[in-house]
């Protein structure tokens, strides 16, 4: 597991309403490596990406076989596996050992070549992919430099795509949350969920548009999202809060307390059921030819 030190969160006071202290960030490094510490946890805890992604990909960017990919921050490989399904090759770049360790092991064929290293380290020949994929982790990337690799790991004409399941859906009330917004404020926090007034980095769309166009080499940006919901039961709702970076970065015995917290909550005050609203958000854009 990545350990927790003074490294680990750094100030982030940009956004902020003047009158909250200042949260403690989860840095980008510490976000990188909080997820490897159980894998089939994070694999199994995590709902998958909704079909119409995936549906999207095929119809507009080429997913399917033949396809050429890169995937940044592959993860256990849930988004992975659904593109070496389409009948795409992938380059499945994951900083974490673990996390490659257990992505090469259980996706493993002749499709897929996992990279143990940082984006911004990854060898990508340039002009070789028809397409580049992100899967809820872009936000833990330095965002313009990776779009201007992304767009020179990209063919013309070749497509760039990021999605995210965020577990929030913007006027759906959501009973759980506000029903443990204490037991989990005043931690470190990972900003791009929203904080001080600022929408999650994922539902930025004018941010994200404005990244892309900064760019440069990207025509074509389209965003589109869906609303649906999950329903946990108390063990469930442990396993995906635990999968959360907001989570790994707590001292044990704090950890333990407060997921000991959620699990009385959901099924004491929830009778053993609990439903949380996900907003799917994915965008495209295509490398200028």
Same mark, same amino acid.
């Not at 006071?13 to 989860?26: F, H, K, N, S, V």
């Not at 593109?83 to 770049?93: K, M, N, P, R, W």
């Not at 767009?151 to 760039?160: E, Y």
């Given at each position: 597991?990545?350990?927790? #030190?003074?490294?680990?969160?750094?100030?982030?006071?940009?956004?902020?309403?003047?009158?909250?202290?200042?949260?403690?960030?989860?840095?980008?490094?510490?976000?990188?490596?909080?997820?490897?510490?159980?894998?089939?946890?994070?694999?199994?805890?995590?709902?998958?990406?909704?079909?119409?992604?995936?549906?999207?990909?095929? #119809?507009?960017?080429?997913?399917?076989?033949?396809?050429?990919?890169?995937?940044?921050?592959?993860?256990?490989?849930?988004?992975?596996?659904?593109?070496?399904?389409?009948?795409?090759?992938?380059?499945?770049?994951?900083?974490?050992?673990?996390?490659?360790?257990?992505?090469?092991?259980?996706?493993?064929?002749?499709?897929?070549?996992?990279?143990?290293?940082?984006?911004?380290?990854?060898?990508?020949?340039?002009?070789?992919?028809?397409?580049?994929?992100?899967?809820?982790?872009?936000?833990?990337?330095?965002?313009?430099?990776?779009?201007?690799?992304?767009?020179?790991?990209?063919?013309?004409?070749?497509?760039?795509?990021?999605?995210?399941?965020?577990?929030?859906?913007?006027?759906?009330?959501?009973?759980?949350?506000?029903?443990?917004?204490?037991?989990?404020?005043?931690?470190?926090?990972?900003?791009?969920?929203?904080?001080?007034?600022?929408?999650?980095?994922?539902?930025?769309?004018?941010?994200?548009?404005?990244?892309?166009?900064?760019?440069?080499?990207?025509?074509?940006?389209?965003?589109?999202?869906?609303?649906?919901?999950?329903?946990?039961?108390?063990?469930?709702?442990?396993?995906?809060?635990?999968?959360?970076?907001?989570?790994?970065?707590?001292?044990?015995?704090?950890?333990?307390?407060?997921?000991?917290?959620?699990?009385?909550?959901?099924?004491?005050?929830?009778?053993?059921?609990?439903?949380?609203?996900?907003?799917?958000?994915?965008?495209?854009?295509?490398?200028?030819?």
């Amino acid at each position: 597991m990545a350990r927790r #030190t003074q490294c680990d969160v750094t100030e982030g006071a940009q956004g902020r309403d003047p009158a909250m202290p200042d949260p403690l960030e989860i840095t980008r490094d510490f976000g990188r490596e909080a997820f490897g510490e159980d894998p089939d946890n994070y694999d199994t805890a995590r709902p998958p990406y909704p079909d119409w992604i995936f549906e999207t990909l095929a #119809t507009r960017c080429g997913l399917g076989p033949g396809c050429a990919a890169f995937e940044a921050g592959a993860g256990t490989g849930i988004a992975t596996r659904r593109l070496l399904a389409a009948g795409a090759s992938v380059v499945a770049i994951e900083p974490d050992a673990r996390l490659a360790a257990w992505l090469a092991e259980r996706a493993a064929g002749p499709k897929l070549k996992v990279v143990n290293a940082t984006f911004e380290a990854a060898l990508l020949e340039d002009a070789a992919f028809d397409l580049g994929a992100c899967a809820t982790a872009f936000h833990w990337l330095d965002e313009d430099a990776a779009l201007a690799k992304i767009a020179r790991a990209l063919k013309p004409g070749g497509w760039w795509a990021m999605w995210w399941n965020v577990y929030a859906a913007i006027d759906l009330p959501d009973p759980f949350h506000e029903a443990t917004k204490d037991l989990l404020g005043g931690g470190p926090v990972q900003l791009a969920n929203g904080v001080g007034g600022r929408p999650p980095y994922a539902l930025d769309v004018e941010a994200r548009q404005a990244a892309v166009e900064r760019a440069g080499a990207f025509e074509d940006f389209r965003h589109e999202q869906s609303v649906w919901s999950v329903e946990f039961d108390p063990d469930q709702i442990v396993r995906l809060y635990a999968s959360y970076s907001d989570m790994a970065i707590r001292l044990p015995d704090d950890r333990g307390r407060v997921l000991a917290e959620l699990h009385r909550i959901a099924t004491e005050d929830f009778a053993g059921r609990v439903t949380r609203n996900i907003t799917t958000i994915l965008y495209t854009a295509r490398r200028r030819g």
